[in-house]
């Protein structure tokens, strides 16, 4: 009886461990694209009529690509993550900055699916994921970070270059890849692992759709183009899965880290700061000294005051600059930041002062000139994200395959949800999440 009874547990572990995860993310894809027959994604509607689809899903503030990335895989929003910025805030004594130039460990703050599944003893994969650099969690890492192919682990780096699937081991030669054939290189990655050794969970980073959205707008010609190009990336990862004999035992899910709106005008805070005498600026226009400073988010502006001496003067002075100014939607205090996810001031590279603008417009970190609100042109993006609280910002949620019901129909989730149902369908429960397991599209 006790025999029988190891060889049942042995055969569903081993079942289990059979399973596989694969989340892929189209940067920007915002959720009304997908209801928009104009959209031209059938592999992408295919996984949804053969599975789940949500009406949208809420994205974490701010609606930025590395914070919400990384929601997505820690399942808690950035008060408890900590990762703001596409990047870490380094605080200066005169000036803030961000520094993209950081490890996973600098800037997560918050176990991950990739550290709990490699703790379990599961292989995990990441191709251009964000916020992994040097992690210690993926056996396959093709991070997205500055210098990604230096970063690339060793094994993987020397195998993509051996397929041809990379030029070289070289940064200077992945460098002069223009953006839509990178997403060719990150998908022909990501089919490679798939054929060569499996993971249990791997997450996939596909960019252009961002780039497109922020020069031509979403809803533009180009933005439907590219959302065709990401949507043949996916079906090459999905045939890649079915060819490798893993289909019955993989689940898919495809979704984005924020939406797009496109504006008109920008704002331009740190204009207002020089001219108040806040804000210094060199010859080259960068800003070498500020008591108040504004780091844009592109929806939003996050506002830090430096100088500790005037720093309760300054803040009388900037919410008197920007107080009614056009553009301006709100000027939110940090009493108010436990509410919208992020911690609170003074932690995580969390702001003194949260600008929000109005939609239609976008926030630059521009210091030079005299306008306050400058006329969207060529020059100038047309598609912004980093919006606060915005239905705009909501992304797509598709999952397919393994686990997942037919048919199963979803309103608005948000994204900390993944993660706990990523670890569900492993035979995982993700600890101390600010989400759930979306249950109702899990088979019994």
């Given at each position: 009886?006790l025999?029988f009874?190891?060889v049942?547990l042995l055969?569903?572990?081993s079942?289990?461990?059979a ?5 892929i993310?189209i ?11 104009r959209?031209?994604?059938p592999?992408?509607r295919a ?6 689809i949500?009406?949208a899903m809420?994205?974490?503030?701010p609606?930025?690509?590395?914070p919400n990335h990384?929601?997505?895989?820690s399942g808690?929003?950035?008060r408890t993550?900590s990762?703001l910025?596409?990047?870490?805030l380094?605080r200066?004594?005169?000036l ?6 950081v490890t ?5 703050k918050a ?8 703790q379990a003893g599961?292989k995990?994969a990441g191709?251009?994921w964000?916020?992994t650099?040097?992690?210690k969690?993926l056996d ?5 970070s ?6 690339t682990?060793?094994r993987l780096?020397?195998?993509?270059v051996?397929?041809?699937?990379l030029?070289?081991?070289?940064q200077a ?11 060719e ?9 798939i ?5 249990s969970?791997?997450t996939v980073h596909?960019l252009n759709?961002?780039s ?8 533009s010609?180009?933005?439907y183009t590219s959302?065709a190009?990401?949507d043949?990336f996916v079906?090459?990862?999905v045939?890649?899965?079915?060819a ?13 880290d924020?939406g797009?709106?496109?504006a008109?005008n920008?704002?331009?805070?740190n204009?207002l700061f020089r001219q108040?005498?806040?804000l210094e ?7 070498t000294?500020a008591?108040?400073q ?7 502006g996050f506002i830090y005051?430096n100088?500790p ?6 803040r009388?002075?900037v919410i008197?600059?920007l ?6 939607s709100?000027?939110?205090s ?5 509410a919208?996810?992020?911690?609170p001031?003074?932690?995580?590279g969390?702001?003194d002062l949260?600008?929000?603008?109005k939609?239609g417009y ?10 306050f ?8 993006s047309?598609g912004y994200?980093g919006y ?9 949620f ?6 997942i ?13 993944v993660?706990p149902?990523?670890?569900?369908l492993?035979g995982?429960?993700?600890?101390n999440?600010d989400?759930?397991p979306?249950a109702e599209?899990?088979?019994r």
């Open positions: 009886m025999r009874v190891f049942a055969l569903a572990g079942s289990l461990a399973n596989h995860a694969i989340l993310t940067d920007g894809f915002p959720a009304r694209m997908l209801q928009d027959k959209t031209d994604v592999r992408i996984l949804a009529a053969d599975g789940a949500a009406e809420k994205v974490s503030n609606s930025v690509t590395w990384t929601t997505l895989v808690v929003r950035p993550h990762v910025f596409n990047g870490l380094v200066g004594a005169d803030v900055k961000i520094d993209p130039n996973s460990a600098q800037l997560v176990p991950t699916v990739f550290d709990l599944l490699h599961l995990t191709v251009n964000p916020c650099r040097l992690s969690s396959d890492d093709f991070p997205d500055p210098d990604m192919i230096d970063f682990t060793p780096r020397s195998d993509l051996a397929a041809g699937i030029p070289s081991e070289k030669d992945f460098a002069k890849i223009g953006e839509p054939f990178r997403d290189i990150w998908t022909r990655t990501a089919c490679f692992i054929r060569k050794r499996m993971p969970f791997m596909l759709t961002d497109t959205h922020h020069k031509y707008g979403p809803e010609m180009a933005s959302l190009l990401a043949r079906g090459d990862i045939d890649a899965v079915n490798s004999g893993h289909k019955k035992d993989t689940t898919f899910i495809v979704t984005a924020h797009f709106a496109t008109t920008v704002i331009q805070p204009v108040a005498g806040l600026v060199a010859a080259n226009g960068q800003v000294k008591r108040a504004c780091i844009p988010e592109g929806g939003s005051f100088d001496a005037t720093r309760d003067d300054d009388k002075k008197e600059l107080n009614g100014k056009e553009g301006v709100e000027l939110v940090p009493e108010k930041f436990e919208l996810g992020i911690p001031a003074g932690q995580g969390s702001p949260l600008l929000k603008p939609i976008g926030v630059t970190g521009t210091a030079t000139g005299e306008n609100v400058s006329p969207v042109t060529p020059a100038i047309s994200h606060i609280d915005e239905p705009l910002m909501n992304a797509i598709v999952a397919s395959g393994r686990g019901k037919k048919g199963a129909r979803l309103g608005t989730i948000e994204n900390v949800d993660a149902t990523v670890m569900r492993l995982k429960e993700l600890p999440g989400g759930r979306l599209i899990l088979e």
